[in-house]
């Protein structure tokens, strides 16, 4: 039998309307912009694929679990939900919840990071590089070399390199390596995830080394669905059962529960071990808040567990990894560059070849992001050498081979019609991409600088 079309698993209860405006008012709003997406006001914005952070829509289950928020200082009974669904859907024992993931990886780092440690990951995120960094270690990539090449088909580009990780360990020794920093659907990659069996071999290869495994777990779901799709022996299992095996190899996690648990904030730091749950708590407790709300309402604990239990169901995630794909499938068929395979909750541009005329150090990703912007009204980001940052020893430019531009799919909220809409605005700016130009910062922040930086364009 042929493939059969996907469709949503829901239907729409309630809409947000949305202001569509002139060419002229985009031009002038990127320009107060400073060309920075992150910077425009969203009553400027169309369609909006910035993130899928915090932004998806909520079920009717959902906004019904907010009534039952228990906003008690201590020991909400929405924390003992929430705590509880984690262990039997994620299988960590102990529970530490933070406002969003951030605040996590903020705990994590600095409970177990000293002073020149390394920490190996399968590619860098933003926010939990500088954390590590903060805390004074130095980020090492252990990816497999595939997930920096836009075109390689790899079906797991998400997978770690294990040369790479006993180099290190020859290098540093395994006492200056705290831990293995593993996410599932590496965001940075292209939304591009792990197979079980390089997570199965990472597990043995920790043991050995006596190293923990820490699990950036943001996308969790989406990277089972591919194991699912992918990976022979996993056809017949659900995603909910791909979800709980790939977390039990794993001794602790930090999750931005504003991803897959689809929530609009609210993150969670969790963990097997009681000392280093202790700890978690003593500081929590500093910077989030008391150890059973840690930065969040009851209600929003109470619409997480919920969010949770349907984050890992087929159905769903068919759906969702399904509109992305359908975006990506038409990119392509345009003769759109993207980064393949199509990931697992956006859409990469491959600015680079895009805008073949402006060089990286003139920000070709930022430059396609405005203009698209421009064009239709649909907000991006870059995902190239301005998030990439500075390398924090030398103060040189890090200078990533991705150079792109993520369109991100909120869950649940927008329609395939509005996938139509942003293909045909991806194309009107490739037809006149010879004419769009470099940038340059007037403004760039120390951290973090692809939030809150500002350009001008290079004439
Ligand atoms: N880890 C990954 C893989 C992420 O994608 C994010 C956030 C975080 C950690 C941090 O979580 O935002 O809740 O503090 N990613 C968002 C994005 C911001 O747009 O990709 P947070």
Redesign the pocket.
């Given at each position: 039998m042929e493939k059969r079309s996907w469709a949503e698993p829901y239907k729409i209860k309630m809409v947000e309307l949305l202001k569509i405006t002139t060419i002229e008012e985009r031009k002038n709003a990127i320009k107060e912009a400073g060309f920075n997406t992150f910077l425009l006001k969203s009553d400027d914005v169309y369609i909006d694929l910035?993130?899928?952070?915090?932004c998806g829509a909520m079920s009717d289950k959902q906004w019904a679990a907010i009534m039952l928020g228990d906003e008690s200082y201590a020991g909400s009974r929405n924390f003992y939900h929430m705590r509880d669904t984690i262990s039997e859907y994620y299988s960590y024992k102990y529970t530490v919840p933070t406002?969003?993931?951030?605040?996590?990886?903020n705990i994590l780092s600095q409970i177990l990071i000293k002073e020149g440690d390394y920490v190996p990951g399968n590619m860098y995120?933003?926010?939990?590089r500088l954390h590590q960094e903060l805390a004074g270690a130095t980020f090492v990539d252990v990816i497999i070399d595939e997930a920096h090449d836009a075109s390689s088909e790899h079906p797991f580009k998400g997978n770690i390199d294990f040369n790479k990780l006993d180099k290190l360990v020859e290098e540093v020794g395994v006492e200056r390596i705290p831990y293995i920093c593993v996410?599932t659907?590496?965001?940075?990659a292209g939304g591009q995830p792990l197979s079980m069996e390089n997570m199965i071999q990472l597990r043995d290869w920790s043991n050995w080394h006596n190293i923990k495994v820490v699990h950036?777990m943001?996308?969790v779901a989406e990277n089972a669905y591919f194991i699912q799709q992918r990976e022979e022996g996993y056809g017949d299992a659900t995603v909910k059962e791909i979800v709980y095996k790939l977390c039990s190899l794993t001794d602790a996690a930090?999750m931005?529960?504003?991803?897959d648990a689809m929530v609009n904030?609210?993150?969670f730091l969790a963990m097997n071990d009681q000392e280093f749950y202790d700890k978690a708590c003593g500081l929590v407790v500093i910077y989030e808040g008391l150890h059973t709300y840690g930065g969040m309402a009851g209600r929003d604990m109470e619409a997480l567990a919920v969010g949770i239990k349907e984050s890992v169901q087929d159905d769903h995630m068919r759906a969702r990894v399904g509109q992305i794909e359908y975006l990506g499938q038409k990119l392509l068929d345009a003769g759109v560059p993207i980064v393949k395979p199509i990931g697992g909750?956006a859409v990469f541009l491959d600015a680079r070849k895009i805008l073949g005329h402006i060089p990286q150090e003139q920000y070709p990703a930022q430059a396609l992001a405005s203009a698209i912007y421009v064009e239709s009204g649909v907000r991006s980001?870059e995902r190239g050498i301005i998030s990439a940052g500075r390398n924090k020893e030398t103060g040189e430019n890090y200078q990533p081979r991705l150079e792109l531009v993520?369109l991100?799919i909120p869950r649940r909220v927008y329609t395939q019609a509005h996938m139509d809409v942003t293909v045909e605005s991806v194309v009107q700016v490739m037809q006149h991409a010879n004419q769009i130009k470099g940038l340059k910062f007037t403004y760039e922040p120390e951290v973090l600088r692809f939030f809150m930086g500002k350009f001008e364009e290079v004439e």
């Open positions: 910035l993130t899928d952070s915090g406002h969003q993931g951030r605040g996590a990886e995120f933003t926010t939990t996410a659907c590496v965001n940075m950036d943001t996308r930090t931005s529960s504003k991803k904030i609210g993150g909750h980001m993520r991100t």
